[in-house]
C-alpha cells in the first residue's frame, strides 16, 4: 500500500502572471517559491522549460535536498493544451535538466487549467471558471472533458486581466480621439506611466511597444475606477462578467447536462474583485448552476496527480 507520509512531491503551478511551486512530504508542505511566468505564449516553450527546471531546482536547494529525494513531479503549465505540447516541455524540461547533471523523478507536464480542476473538484464533476491573466472554463463529467475559451488574448480570453486591461487601453484612445466617454483611467495612465504624455497621445502606444505596461497591469485600476463610479470602467467589468458567465452556459449545453456544480477560481477571483461579485450574481440567476467554493487550489491538484501517477507505476 502506498503511504503517502513516505514520498516527496513537487507541485507546480505556471500560471499567466506568476509561477508557484511546493515541495510536500505527506500532506505537509515543506516548501514553497514564487518566481515569474512560465507561460508559453509569454515566453515561448525554450524558456518555459528552462524557468520550470528552475523552480524545481530552487524549491530543492530551500529544503535542503537532492533531486533524487524527490518521488513525482507534477507541472502544470499555461498554454500548454494538446499531447504533443505536454509531451514536448516534459522531454524538454528533462533534457534541460541532464545538461546540468540533474536526472529528473517521474514527471508529468499537463495543463495549468487541469491541475486547477483537480484541485477545484476533486473527483466530482462539475464546471471550474478560472479568471487571472487569461480566462478559461474547464468542465468534468465522468471521463468526459470540455474546455471553453482559453484561446489568448490575442484571440479571445474575454473576461480576463488582461482582456480588461486591453479594453480599458481601447476606451483611453478613443476618448482622447473624441470617439468616446471620457474616463479617470486616462489620467490614472498618466499618472502611473511617466513617459505617457497626454500632449502626445501617441506615446500609450510607445510605451506598450516598450513593455513599459502589459494589459493585466491595468485591470486593478479598471476595477478601482469602476467601483468609484466612473462609467466607462464599470460598463468594462460588467461586460466581462457576461462573458465570464458564458463560459459555463456553452460547456453545460455541450454536456447536455440539467446542473452542475460551478467553482470559481484564478487571482482576480481571489482577490475578491467586484467582478468576482457580478459573475456569482450572474451564475445565481440560472437554476442549472450550483456555485460552489473550491475543495482546493491548483497546487493541491498537482500534489494529487502526482499520487495517483505514482498508485499507477506501483499497479
Request: aromatic share 4%; glycine share 12%.
Given at each position: ?40 505564449g509569454a515566453v515561448g516553450v525554450g524558456e518555459s522549460c528552462e ?243 473550491p475543495k482546493g487550489n491548483p497546487i493541491n491538484g498537482a500534489i494529487i496527480l502526482a499520487y495517483k ?7
Amino acid at each position: 500500500m502506498l503511504d503517502k507520509n513516505e514520498l516527496t512531491i513537487i507541485g507546480i503551478d505556471g500560471g499567466g502572471t506568476h509561477t508557484r511551486g511546493v515541495i510536500y512530504r505527506g500532506n505537509n508542505e515543506i516548501t514553497s517559491m514564487k518566481s515569474g511566468t512560465t507561460r508559453i505564449g509569454a515566453v515561448g516553450v525554450g524558456e518555459s522549460c528552462e524557468r520550470t527546471l528552475n523552480v524545481i531546482l530552487e524549491l530543492c536547494k530551500k529544503a535542503e535536498i537532492e533531486v533524487s529525494e524527490v518521488d513525482a513531479i507534477v507541472v502544470g503549465l499555461a498554454g500548454v493544451w494538446l499531447e504533443e505540447e505536454k509531451k514536448r516541455s516534459q522531454t524538454l524540461i528533462r533534457t534541460l535538466g541532464r545538461g546540468q547533471g540533474v536526472t529528473l523523478p517521474d514527471l508529468l507536464v499537463t495543463s495549468d487549467a487541469e491541475i486547477a480542476l483537480q484541485g477545484a473538484l476533486g473527483e466530482e464533476d462539475g464546471i471550474i471558471i478560472i479568471v487571472g491573466t487569461g480566462s478559461i472554463a474547464l468542465g468534468r463529467f465522468g471521463k468526459e472533458l470540455i474546455r471553453c475559451g482559453g484561446w489568448g488574448i490575442e484571440l479571445d480570453d474575454e473576461g480576463s486581466g488582461a482582456w480588461i486591461g486591453r479594453e480599458g487601453l481601447t476606451s483611453v484612445v478613443r476618448a482622447l480621439d473624441g470617439r468616446g466617454k471620457v474616463t479617470i483611467l486616462t489620467n490614472k495612465i498618466i499618472e502611473l506611466f511617466p513617459t505617457v504624455r497626454i500632449d502626445e497621445p501617441r506615446t500609450i502606444v510607445k510605451a506598450y511597444a516598450e513593455r513599459a505596461f502589459e494589459y493585466q497591469m491595468l485591470s486593478p485600476f479598471i476595477m478601482q475606477a469602476a467601483e468609484s463610479g466612473d462609467e466607462v470602467c464599470m460598463d468594462i467589468i460588467k461586460r466581462a462578467a457576461h462573458h465570464l458567465v458564458e463560459l459555463p452556459k456553452a460547456i453545460i449545453k455541450k454536456a447536455n447536462k440539467s446542473k452542475t456544480n460551478v467553482a470559481l477560481l484564478g487571482g482576480i477571483i481571489e482577490a475578491d474583485t467586484l467582478l468576482k461579485k457580478l459573475i456569482e450574481k450572474e451564475l445565481a440567476k440560472d437554476e442549472r448552476f450550483n456555485l460552489i467554493n473550491p475543495k482546493g487550489n491548483p497546487i493541491n491538484g498537482a500534489i494529487i496527480l502526482a499520487y495517483k501517477m505514482i498508485e499507477q507505476d506501483i499497479d
